[in-house]
């Protein structure tokens, strides 16, 4: 299977399958000199691991990182040093159950890519999806968490602001309140909104979709391109491919439709530090594929998993009808481990594009 890269110069490729010994990462590119320890990458890998709570997956994996190349140790023994040479990162699969997907060896689960991936290989690994298996993006966090690090001031956060039709309310928005709850959410007042409705869910065998939100300050005015190469389309790109994401915005997104120009126009003076003010970040932070210096602001939807309690109608690999309930550990709402990932994914491509500005215009921004 090819295309399991994403980047320019910063270049990660993943690899592994959610059923497998184990899954990660190659990244090509990192500079070296790059200082960090395994307790700063696990710190996000830990955000996204399943079996945290009843609104997750029961699969339980620790998601350890172990390094195996690229780094060397500093004298401390803890922070490791990256040297410029590929960095390969591994997270071993413990809590893997082949058997509960032997019901669907040969039908095709509706909504999944079941169908899609047999029909261009001829062949699909049926044990929790393979490589379509949002597994695959624990490998993501990974780099993510090495890619924070290339570009000193950057700050990456994200939160889940929409499950179903329940939508947080954006006068309650609180960073802080982010890490207090199982949702990611901002909004306190939301939770148990929340609670009551994927419980419903969970119990039904259903699932759900959802609207994560990751916003990105310190990025560093200038990086970017036009035309072919700007940074929003790359964050589109990079986010577009997690699995289960059927949209992205940057900004106002499809909002922006319903706007004036004068309404949608990031208005600007010059502050009384001398660096120019924007009045508005209708844009997001990045006008003609360029960053502003603003904070950058992505959102993505969720669809809800295809893998649910629920019976319905498919067909198998011999061409007859069949109804399909896939049995299993799977997310009631998938949206809700998307969070760190699309971290990571923003992260990775603010730092592919910081140094590829450098290398253009040889500033360090």
Same mark, same amino acid.
């Given at each position: 299977?090819?295309?399991?890269?994403?980047?320019?110069?910063?270049?990660?490729?993943?690899?592994?399958?959610?059923?497998?010994?184990?899954?990660?990462?190659?990244?090509?590119?990192?500079?070296?000199?790059?200082?960090?320890?395994?307790?700063?990458?696990?710190?996000?890998?830990?955000?996204?691991?399943?079996?945290?709570?009843?609104?997750?997956?029961?699969?339980?994996?620790?998601?350890?990182?172990?390094?195996?190349?690229?780094?060397?140790?500093?004298?401390?023994?803890?922070? #490791?040093?990256?040297?410029?040479?590929?960095?390969?990162?591994?997270?071993? !699969?413990?809590?893997?159950?082949?058997?509960?997907?032997?019901?669907?060896?040969?039908?095709?689960?509706?909504?999944?890519?079941?169908?899609?991936?047999?029909? *261009?290989?001829?062949?699909?690994?049926?044990?929790?999806?393979?490589?379509?298996?949002?597994?695959?993006?624990?490998?993501?966090?990974?780099?993510?968490?090495?890619?924070?690090?290339?570009?000193?001031?950057?700050?990456?956060?994200?939160?889940?602001?929409?499950?179903?039709?329940?939508?947080?309310?954006?006068?309650?928005?609180?960073? !802080?309140?982010?890490?207090?709850?199982?949702?990611?959410?901002?909004?306190?007042?939301?939770?148990?909104?929340?609670?009551?409705?994927?419980?419903?869910?969970?119990?039904?065998?259903?699932?759900?979709?959802?609207?994560?939100?990751?916003?990105?300050?310190?990025?560093?005015?200038?990086?970017?391109?036009?035309?072919?190469?700007?940074?929003?389309?790359?964050?589109?790109?990079?986010? #577009?491919?997690? !699995?289960?994401?059927?949209?992205?915005?940057?900004?106002?997104?499809?909002?922006?439709?319903?706007?004036?120009?004068?309404?949608?126009?990031?208005?600007?003076?010059?502050?009384?530090?001398?660096?120019?003010?924007?009045?508005?970040?209708?844009?997001?932070?990045?006008?003609?594929?360029?960053?502003?210096?603003?904070?950058?602001?992505?959102?993505?939807?969720?669809?809800?998993?295809?893998?649910?309690?629920?019976?319905?109608?498919?067909?198998?690999?011999?061409?007859? !009808?069949?109804?399909?309930?896939?049995?299993?550990?799977?997310?009631?709402?998938?949206?809700?481990?998307?969070?760190?990932?699309?971290?990571?994914?923003?992260?990775?491509?603010?730092?592919?594009?910081?140094?590829?500005?450098?290398?253009?215009?040889?500033?360090? *921004?």
């Amino acid at each position: 299977m090819s295309h399991n890269t994403f980047g320019y110069l910063f270049r990660v490729s993943t690899w592994g399958e959610s059923h497998g010994p184990a899954l990660g990462c190659v990244i090509d590119g990192c500079p070296p000199g790059i200082r960090f320890t395994l307790a700063e990458v696990q710190q996000w890998m830990d955000k996204r691991k399943p079996g945290q709570s009843r609104f997750v997956t029961q699969r339980r994996e620790d998601d350890i990182v172990k390094v195996l190349s690229g780094v060397m140790l500093d004298e401390d023994g803890e922070t #490791m040093i990256t040297t410029g040479t590929p960095v390969s990162m591994m997270i071993e !699969n413990t809590d893997q159950r082949s058997k509960d997907y032997g019901e669907i060896a040969k039908s095709f689960r509706p909504g999944h890519a079941d169908f899609t991936y047999d029909l *261009k290989y001829g062949i699909r690994d049926y044990r929790g999806g393979g490589r379509s298996s949002a597994r695959e993006t624990a490998a993501r966090v990974a780099a993510g968490a090495l890619a924070r690090k290339v570009v000193p001031s950057l700050d990456v956060r994200g939160a889940l602001v929409q499950i179903g039709k329940h939508k947080i309310n954006r006068a309650n928005w609180d960073w !802080n309140q982010v890490d207090q709850n199982p949702f990611f959410c901002p909004d306190a007042a939301m939770v148990p909104v929340w609670e009551e409705y994927l419980d419903g869910i969970r119990k039904a065998g259903s699932s759900i979709g959802a609207v994560v939100e990751v916003v990105a300050e310190g990025v560093p005015a200038g990086i970017g391109a036009p035309i072919y190469a700007k940074l929003d389309q790359d964050i589109a790109s990079n986010l #577009m491919s997690i !699995n289960a994401v059927k949209g992205v915005e940057i900004g106002e997104g499809f909002a922006a439709a319903e706007l004036t120009g004068e309404e949608n126009a990031d208005e600007m003076r010059m502050g009384n530090d001398g660096k120019p003010l924007f009045l508005s970040n209708h844009s997001g932070g990045i006008l003609g594929g360029i960053a502003t210096g603003q904070p950058i602001v992505a959102r993505f939807a969720i669809k809800p998993t295809s893998s649910i309690l629920t019976e319905r109608q498919s067909i198998d690999t011999d061409g007859n !009808n069949v109804d399909v309930r896939t049995k299993g550990r799977h997310d009631p709402c998938v949206g809700i481990r998307a969070v760190p990932i699309g971290e990571a994914m923003v992260a990775c491509t603010v730092a592919d594009h910081y140094l590829r500005d450098r290398g253009q215009t040889g500033r360090l *921004k």
